[in-house]
């Protein structure tokens, strides 16, 4: 026997060796998250005398890790959503229970329709009184849970962002060693732990890692806003606040802003608002944001808008005509208004303040072109400011507090097809009986305005924004209920004008909703009665719980999909690596067998 067959065989031994130590790496690392199967593939000698053990890589597929992380950002994004969802249709209650809000609003109608069928029972105007409080009570309720959602969001969006932050520094660390580790070919467990960190980030936002020839990664957004370069890592800031408030809104500028944004520092020094430039569309910070800026204002708005409908169904009156008839706008106060119909559909709001200069933000009123204009003490003062307010296109009269419009002879613009006016009648929130014996009052008022008379002016910031939460029974009605019926001190307690009016203004008469509600439609308002509104509010809210569980259901199935595929091509299968446990030890006995013949025969030939 040949010393080359001696070298061989020890070669060998070595080499399966070292095999059999990766196996066994991988069988103790099946339950290892993160971690990819190893092989060592054994290389032979330049003299032909044997093989080397060889360089350890993984079983990689960069395709599947790919979609397993797409996947990962998809999972992230819709289980938030639907936590989130789930929370909110949470707060409407169990449909058909005595607390939930379409049970406390039945109670409230109910009340209402006895009411109106006998006003000379004074435990019914009590009981009544108690229903429309519970109704106020438990709108304030929902709307203070949506806004502990939103809080919570923010707390959330906070400890995301810095988690995030942490991993990609985490990330830029690992490429400094996996460089320094002679890039691709670096320790296994260097590369395993870079894609663990960057898959662990996929949860948070959505990435791409592309692969730089030195063995770094670089990572970005899909996007493509730079988040690691190198050994450089984009720094990331959160400026949260404690606590939201129905007034606390997203603005791209940040002194207007009332919530915290996120921004980036990228490797290259440029400092990106992550919100305003879109940059991020999946993962959990993603549907974070979105429920904080969206999901909850809108719902926040709904409440705000069913809250404003209720007040206002007891004291508006709405009067229209065509144009050149006069419509009676006595008692107009700020936030009232004045709309043209135009004979090309288009139209035109005019919003009474103060000093004219109501500020409006987007979906507060829908109109094609919304104006405020200056109230005026006299009706030559009002008829010159309504004119102002829509220039020189358009006439305007005002005599004994009666409006005509028309549109001026030369002008070149649509005709008036009709003229309409919103007008609170009560002149403050404690008149529930006046001489002119009018069925309107002020049943809900808000809490939080010196008046308390709900109008939805704009002076100071909208009246309407949070008035969910400042929703309550007129005090005035509360220590007298006699005023659910006697609209005048002349009313016979019988009379069931106001007792049928009030019924009418929540379930028969109509009230525009504003498209910003996301009610009926998603740029157009919405008519309807207020109890209808209540309903559909519900309704939608629970058809948006059912989608986002059914969307995240399915989202789910599609990350195990990803994840199963990718433990099948980079996972460790214990099945085949105890077969490669075998064919290693049998390789191992040959070699040995090798050896022991040969120290046999050197035995012997010593002994000649």
């Given at each position: 026997?040949?010393?080359?067959?001696?070298?061989?065989?020890?070669?060998?031994?070595?080499?399966?060796?070292?095999?059999?130590?990766?196996?066994?790496?991988?069988?103790?690392?099946?339950?290892?998250?993160?971690?990819?199967?190893?092989?060592?593939?054994?290389?032979?000698?330049?003299?032909?005398?044997?093989?080397?053990?060889?360089?350890?890589?993984?079983?990689?597929?960069?395709?599947?890790?790919?979609?397993?992380?797409?996947?990962?950002?998809?999972?992230?994004?819709?289980?938030?959503?639907?936590?989130?969802?789930?929370?909110?249709?949470?707060?409407?209650?169990?449909?058909?229970?005595?607390?939930?809000?379409?049970?406390?609003?039945?109670?409230?109608?109910?009340?209402?329709?006895?009411?109106?069928?006998?006003?000379?029972?004074?435990?019914?105007?009590?009981?009544?009184?108690?229903?429309?409080?519970?109704?106020?009570?438990?709108?304030?309720?929902?709307?203070?849970?949506?806004?502990?959602?939103?809080?919570?969001?923010?707390?959330?969006?906070?400890?995301?962002?810095?988690?995030?932050?942490?991993?990609?520094?985490?990330?830029?660390?690992?490429?400094?060693?996996?460089?320094?580790?002679?890039?691709?070919?670096?320790?296994?467990?260097?590369?395993?732990?870079?894609?663990?960190?960057?898959?662990?980030?996929?949860?948070?936002?959505?990435?791409?890692?592309?692969?730089?020839?030195?063995?770094?990664?670089?990572?970005?957004?899909?996007?493509?806003?730079?988040?690691?370069?190198?050994?450089?890592?984009?720094?990331?800031?959160?400026?949260?606040?404690?606590?939201?408030?129905?007034?606390?809104?997203?603005?791209?500028?940040?002194?207007?802003?009332?919530?915290?944004?996120?921004?980036?520092?990228?490797?290259?020094?440029?400092?990106?608002?992550?919100?305003?430039?879109?940059?991020?569309?999946?993962?959990?910070?993603?549907?974070?944001?979105?429920?904080?800026?969206?999901?909850?204002?809108?719902?926040?708005?709904?409440?705000?808008?069913?809250?404003?409908?209720?007040?206002?169904?007891?004291?508006?009156?709405?009067?229209?005509?065509?144009?050149?008839?006069a419509i009676d706008i006595a008692g107009l106060?700020?936030?009232?208004?004045?709309?043209?119909?135009?004979?090309?559909?288009?139209?035109?709001?005019?919003?009474?303040?103060?000093?004219?200069?109501?500020?409006?933000?987007?979906?507060?009123?829908?109109?094609?072109?919304?104006?405020?204009?200056?109230?005026?003490?006299?009706?030559?003062?009002?008829?010159?400011?309504?004119?102002?307010?829509?220039?020189?296109?358009?006439?305007?009269?005002?005599?004994?507090?009666?409006?005509?419009?028309?549109?001026?002879?030369?002008?070149?613009?649509?005709?008036?097809?009709?003229?309409?006016?919103?007008?609170?009648?009560?002149?403050?929130?404690?008149?529930?009986?006046?001489?002119?014996?009018?069925?309107?009052?002020?049943?809900?008022?808000?809490?939080?305005?010196?008046?308390?008379?709900?109008?939805?002016?704009?002076?100071?910031?909208?009246?309407?924004?949070?008035?969910?939460?400042?929703?309550?029974?007129?005090?005035?009605?509360?220590?007298?209920?006699?005023?659910?019926?006697?609209?005048?001190?002349?009313?016979?307690?019988?009379?069931?004008?106001?007792?049928?009016?009030?019924?009418?203004?929540?379930?028969?008469?109509?009230?525009?909703?504003?498209?910003?509600?996301?009610?009926?439609?998603?740029?157009?308002?919405?008519?309807?009665?207020?109890?209808?509104?209540?309903?559909?509010?519900?309704?939608?809210?629970?058809?948006?719980?059912?989608?986002?569980?059914?969307?995240?259901?399915?989202?789910?199935?599609?990350?195990?999909t990803a994840q199963s595929r990718f433990a099948?091509?980079?996972?460790?299968?214990?099945?085949?690596?105890?077969?490669?446990?075998?064919?290693?030890?049998?390789?191992?006995?040959?070699?040995?067998?090798?050896?022991?013949?040969?120290?046999?025969?050197?035995?012997?030939?010593?002994?000649?």
């Amino acid at each position: 026997m040949s010393l080359n067959a001696i070298n061989t065989a020890t070669a060998g031994l070595q080499a399966v060796q070292a095999q059999i130590g990766v196996v066994s790496q991988n069988i103790a690392n099946v339950n290892t998250v993160g971690y990819v199967k190893r092989i060592q593939s054994p290389v032979s000698q330049n003299d032909g005398t044997g093989v080397n053990a060889g360089t350890v890589s993984r079983i990689l597929n960069a395709t599947s890790q790919k979609q397993l992380r797409l996947e990962t950002s998809g999972a992230a994004y819709t289980n938030t959503a639907a936590n989130v969802a789930t929370q909110l249709d949470a707060l409407y209650g169990v449909p058909g229970s005595s607390t939930s809000l379409d049970g406390v609003l039945n109670g409230y109608t109910q009340s209402l329709q006895a009411l109106a069928n006998d006003p000379t029972v004074s435990s019914v105007r009590a009981t009544v009184a108690s229903n429309g409080a519970t109704l106020a009570s438990r709108i304030g309720t929902i709307a203070n849970g949506i806004q502990t959602l939103r809080t919570g969001m923010e707390s959330q969006i906070a400890g995301d962002v810095k988690s995030a932050g942490s991993l990609l520094k985490s990330i830029a660390q690992l490429n400094v060693k996996i460089v320094a580790a002679n890039g691709i070919g670096a320790s296994p467990d260097l590369l395993d732990q870079r894609d663990q960190a960057i898959n662990q980030l996929a949860q948070y936002m959505d990435v791409q890692a592309n692969q730089v020839g030195d063995g770094s990664i670089t990572v970005m957004t899909q996007s493509g806003v730079t988040l690691v370069d190198h050994g450089t890592a984009a720094s990331l800031g959160f400026d949260s606040r404690t606590v939201l408030g129905p007034g606390n809104l997203y603005s791209a500028d940040a002194g207007k802003s009332g919530v915290g944004t996120i921004t980036a520092t990228t490797p290259g020094g440029a400092r990106i608002d992550l919100i305003a430039t879109g940059a991020l569309r999946s993962g959990s910070l993603a549907a974070a944001v979105t429920a904080r800026d969206d999901t909850l204002v809108q719902a926040q708005r709904q409440l705000d808008e069913l809250a404003a409908g209720l007040a206002q169904s007891t004291t508006d009156r709405t009067v229209s005509a065509p144009a050149g008839t006069a419509i009676d706008i006595a008692g107009l106060k700020s936030g009232n208004r004045i709309t043209l119909a135009l004979a090309d559909g288009s139209q035109i709001a005019l919003v009474a303040s103060k000093d004219g200069n109501a500020a409006f933000r987007p979906g507060d009123v829908d109109a094609g072109a919304v104006r405020s204009f200056t109230l005026g003490t006299t009706d030559a003062a009002m008829a010159t400011n309504i004119g102002a307010a829509l220039g020189a296109d358009y006439s305007v009269a005002v005599t004994g507090g009666k409006l005509t419009i028309t549109r001026s002879a030369a002008s070149p613009t649509p005709a008036v097809a009709t003229v309409g006016a919103t007008v609170t009648v009560p002149s403050s929130a404690t008149e529930t009986k006046n001489s002119a014996n009018n069925a309107e009052i002020a049943l809900f008022v808000d809490s939080g305005r010196a008046n308390g008379l709900y109008t939805g002016n704009f002076d100071g910031g909208s009246q309407l924004t949070g008035f969910a939460q400042r929703i309550a029974l007129n005090p005035a009605i509360k220590a007298d209920t006699s005023a659910l019926v006697l609209s005048s001190p002349t009313t016979q307690s019988g009379d069931a004008t106001r007792p049928q009016r009030l019924l009418a203004g929540l379930t028969t008469n109509t009230h525009t909703f504003s498209s910003a509600s996301g009610i009926g439609g998603v740029r157009a308002p919405f008519t309807t009665n207020v109890a209808d509104f209540a309903l559909r509010i519900i309704d939608a809210q629970g058809a948006n719980a059912a989608s986002s569980l059914s969307l995240d259901e399915g989202q789910q199935i599609a990350l195990a999909t990803a994840q199963s595929r990718f433990a099948g091509e980079s996972g460790v299968k214990i099945d085949e690596e105890m077969a490669n446990l075998i064919q290693l030890q049998t390789a191992y006995g040959a070699n040995a067998r090798v050896l022991t013949a040969a120290r046999d025969m050197l035995d012997t030939l010593l002994r000649i």
